[in-house]
């Protein structure tokens, strides 16, 4: 009746990889939010989602036909440092297959599994409010991501140093195989164990491999190749994770897990968000860096698979994931080059790019409404370009791009769709995610309203220009959850 359409090809694997789970039934689930234009997508029955036994499957209150109900295991290194993790707050209902394509149906928040390590496995309103908001923000601004289906209000409290409003969402994904899954095989089960992931795996995200030479180091390369692009999309955007660690980085390449995450705003690359970074780990600056260290851990759990000489494997690995930086930085100039509406390739390029960011942190800029503003206004008329060291770079700006031979009618075109009006600034999603937890939606239904056209200049989106006045202390997100 929901229109499901499950095959869970997860559960080939061995019995060691999930735990079969029961219902944590909640009190009194209310639906709060269906992402209707995703429903569709999924050929899923938006009426019947929304009645009271869609409410019901939502909330993990009443199984579905063809389910199969499982929490994932998997481990992973947190900041560095490795440990045994799992699905401590998250069931997966079923792989929905529509258009013979596979997708995840996750809720998180449904209670605790054998991997809660002690916690409740619940998860809070406002934390789901923001992933739901930030994830659409994300697929809108074409970047890939997980996706949310649905937030259902439990009717019960949870407990995080204060009394919050419990809720759950609901996850769609390609996958949820993680590099931490793979390092949970590696390290915690074996070869064969190992080989079976990684057969599946490719199966199911790489398939043109599964007959070919040196295929798990192709599949290294594929995995290496995705979060390259992937990367290169957050550094052009201001996107910064605020939680790289290695059970948060899919073998699908999409971003998933929105805890501590947040839009830049005042262009600074050492920009930090998360209360839980102290050391800046995952700072801006440091998000393409951490995601090769983390490919090296993922790679490091494809050797035995890669050669039985250990030499060559090393070697083979190595030379595969020394090529994100290759790839990120092709990714990156391209799409920092399209911000700039440069189009063709001219040995200045870089240095162009590089000395604008250099300015731009120098004089504590916005990023995201100078390139809106390069895009949109007469420059002459900028105020910050008599800034002498900016209308410098200004002058060398418009000689390359005059020097394209290109129409000025192309130019645009390109720098609009890539750049963006609305951004999901920290302190607008913040101000909506308080005002809900406090029974006032319309703030945040006004934010999600307006991020279905990001790149739309009109006057619903030009009001998120509007920059958050300087503090003392600088905005601090929490993954709170």
Not at 15 to 33: G, R, T
Not at 143 to 160: N, Q
Not at 371 to 378: A, C, G, I, Q, S
Not at 382 to 402: A, D, G, P, Q, R
Request: net charge neutral.
């Amino acid at each position: 009746m929901m229109g499901f359409n499950f095959d869970n090809s997860y559960l080939s694997l061995p019995d060691e990889f999930y735990s079969k789970i029961d219902l944590n039934k909640v009190a009194n689930p209310k639906l709060f939010i269906l992402n209707e234009n995703l429903a569709k997508e999924l050929n899923l029955n938006i009426e019947n989602l929304k009645d009271k036994e869609g409410v019901e499957i939502l909330s993990g209150n009443k199984k579905v036909s063809g389910g199969s109900y499982i929490a994932q295991a998997y481990a992973g290194h947190q900041f560095g440092y490795f440990t045994m993790l799992g699905d401590g707050r998250a069931v997966l209902i079923g792989e929905h297959i529509v258009d013979n394509k596979r997708y995840d149906i996750q809720l998180k928040g449904s209670g605790q599994t054998p991997y809660s390590r002690n916690g409740d496995g619940r998860a809070v309103f406002g934390p789901m409010l923001r992933e739901y908001l930030i994830s659409e923000a994300m697929h809108k601004l074409n970047i890939k991501t997980t996706r949310s289906l649905a937030v259902v209000t439990t009717g019960e409290d949870v407990f995080r140093y204060t009394r919050k409003k419990g809720a759950i969402l609901t996850r769609i994904a390609k996958s949820h195989i993680r590099f931490g899954t793979f390092e949970f095989a590696q390290r915690l089960l074996g070869y064969e164990e190992t080989k079976l992931l990684a057969d599946y795996t490719i199966k199911r995200h790489y398939k043109d491999l599964e007959n070919e030479e040196d295929k798990y180091v192709k599949f290294l390369y594929e995995v290496v190749k995705n979060h390259a692009k992937l990367v290169a999309s957050w550094q052009s955007i201001g996107f910064i994770h605020g939680v790289m660690n290695t059970d948060n980085m899919t073998i699908s390449g999409e971003t998933i897990d929105y805890g501590p995450c947040a839009f830049m705003d005042t262009f600074n690359k050492n920009t930090v968000f998360s209360s839980i970074d102290t050391q800046g780990r995952y700072s801006y600056k440091n998000q393409p860096i951490m995601a090769y260290w983390n490919l090296c851990r993922f790679s490091e759990s494809l050797l035995l698979l890669i050669d039985k000489d250990k030499d060559i494997a090393v070697k083979k690995a190595s030379e595969t994931v020394y090529k994100f930086h290759e790839l990120f930085e092709k990714n990156y100039i391209k799409l920092m080059k399209n911000k700039l509406g440069l189009i063709k390739d001219n040995q200045k390029d870089k240095n162009l790019i590089q000395n604008l960011l250099d300015l731009l942190e120098k004089y504590e800029i916005d990023y995201t409404n100078f390139f809106v503003n390069l895009t949109y206004e007469n420059l002459d008329e900028l105020e910050i370009f008599k800034i002498e060291e900016l209308n410098f770079w200004k002058n060398e700006y418009m000689s390359v791009l005059n020097s394209q031979k290109i129409s000025k009618e192309e130019i645009f075109d390109i720098m609009k769709k890539s750049n963006p009006v609305f951004i999901p600034r920290n302190n607008i999603v913040q101000d909506a995610l308080d005002e809900a937890e406090n029974g006032n939606y319309t703030p945040f239904m006004k934010i999600l309203k307006d991020l279905e056209n990001p790149f739309d200049y009109n006057e619903d989106t030009k009001k998120y220009s509007k920059v958050p006045r300087k503090t003392k202390y600088p905005f601090k997100t929490y993954c709170g959850t």
